[in-house]
């Protein structure tokens, strides 16, 4: 299995563009997560979906942010406008619904000048 | 609300053991975990212990539960440089619009990073 596959894994970017990140979780998991990794908050859960419906979105910071999971296969985190504060690493986790383990990607590695 | 503290640094030596503890605040807890990041990576996850448990041992691994004071700890026996890394203690909370689904949040420490030195 490859694993949860995120793209892009690096992004630089200027205020005020707008910036996807997407996310491939591994085949037949049903619950995908995104979370922002900074070195002030650390680890924090964005949201998350089940069955590509979306259970808990009160980790989204503000408006500028969307997540969208249209198919099992496919999810993409949105920012726009893109700031300076939202530089942080982006992961994507996916797992199966009743078992205990969350699969982590990469990540991608957003910096915003 | 839920909250998981970490101390954030930890040195050893190569051959000694390492213990990384950590606290958590939520008594509802059902599943506690310890993750690995390494540089650039995502995080991996090493073991889970449930809450019912004291204990849990896998290989070098050793992972201790009180639950009365909510303190958990990752002990590496044998520490290696290749574990060099940041580890995070993680626990699983339910959201309050969970639901049709049993699967909740994690929530994580800020991690502590284990330095090995040869």
């Known amino acids: 299995d490859a694993g949860v596959i995120q793209s892009p894994r690096h992004e630089v970017t200027e205020m005020g563009q707008e910036v996807t990140l997407r996310c491939k979780p591994i085949?037949?998991?049903?619950?995908l997560f995104w979370y922002r990794q900074t070195m002030m908050r650390g680890l924090e859960l964005l949201i998350y979906?089940?069955?590509?419906?979306?259970?808990?979105d009160s980790g989204m910071p503000e408006d500028r942010f969307s997540a969208k999971m249209p198919n099992a296969s496919f999810s993409t985190l949105k920012i726009q406008p893109s700031e300076p504060r939202d530089s942080a690493v982006y992961f994507c986790?996916?797992?199966?619904?009743?078992?205990?383990?969350?699969?982590f990607g990469p990540g991608t590695r957003l910096l915003v000048l | 609300g839920e909250d998981v503290e970490q101390s954030l640094f930890l040195s050893v030596r190569e051959g000694d053991s390492s213990v990384i503890n950590c606290t958590y605040t939520d008594s509802s807890s059902t599943y506690l975990y310890w993750y690995k990041q390494e540089p650039g990576a995502g995080l991996q996850l090493l073991t889970y212990i449930f809450s019912n448990m004291d204990m849990k041992q896998d290989q070098r691994l050793t992972v201790l539960l009180n639950k009365k004071d909510k303190h958990l700890s990752l002990r590496i026996a044998d520490t290696q440089t290749g574990d060099s890394a940041i580890y995070f203690c993680?626990?699983?909370?339910?959201?309050?619009?969970?639901?049709?689904?049993?699967?909740?949040?994690?929530?994580f420490g800020k991690g502590t990073k284990l330095s090995v030195k040869p």
């Open positions: 993680a626990e699983r909370v339910f959201s309050h619009m969970n639901y049709g689904g049993s699967q909740g949040n994690l929530i």
């Open positions: 085949s037949g998991h049903n619950s």
């Open positions: 979906f089940n069955n590509n419906v979306p259970i808990d």
């Open positions: 986790a996916s797992s199966l619904v009743g078992t205990e383990t969350q699969y």
